[in-house]
């Protein structure tokens, strides 16, 4: 059974930073390519950001880019944003999943995790 469990999400002030992760069980992940998505309270699950299965190549949604950076351990079957300078706006709840190639769109992933809130409020 694929499992994807996401973790690292919290409260943080505007500007601050946060790290999630996401360890996977069940896949040989570095077959994957693996995306990070997020969903705010009444809106459609957005894309974030994506990475290749060994990590030669990453995409960025246009509101994330500059401030995001996504990257994989492989060998720890563990991926991770890096969200840097963190605004009101990117309040969500925020899933990990894994395709076979690097897409944007959500039906282009074959698993999802169960997502992790990251609130950005003063």
């Known amino acids: 059974e694929v499992q994807l469990v996401e973790s690292g999400g919290g409260l943080v002030q505007p500007g601050g930073s946060l790290r999630l992760s996401c360890v996977a069980s069940?896949?040989?992940?570095?077959?994957?390519?693996m995306g990070w998505f997020r969903q705010a309270p009444g809106k459609e699950r957005e894309f974030v950001t994506a990475?290749?299965?060994?990590?030669?190549?990453?995409d960025y949604a246009d509101s994330v880019k500059g401030r995001f950076t996504i990257s994989r351990d492989n060998a720890r079957n563990t991926l991770y944003p890096q969200m840097n300078n963190l605004k009101p706006e990117d309040t969500a709840v925020y899933y990990c999943?894994?395709?076979?190639?690097?897409?944007?769109?959500?039906?282009?992933?074959?698993?999802w995790g169960q997502g992790t809130q990251v609130t950005v409020s003063s």
């Open positions: 999943a894994a395709a076979k190639r690097v897409v944007s769109t959500k039906s282009g992933y074959n698993y």
């Open positions: 069940g896949l040989t992940l570095s077959t994957y390519a």
């Open positions: 990475i290749s299965p060994i990590g030669r190549s990453t």
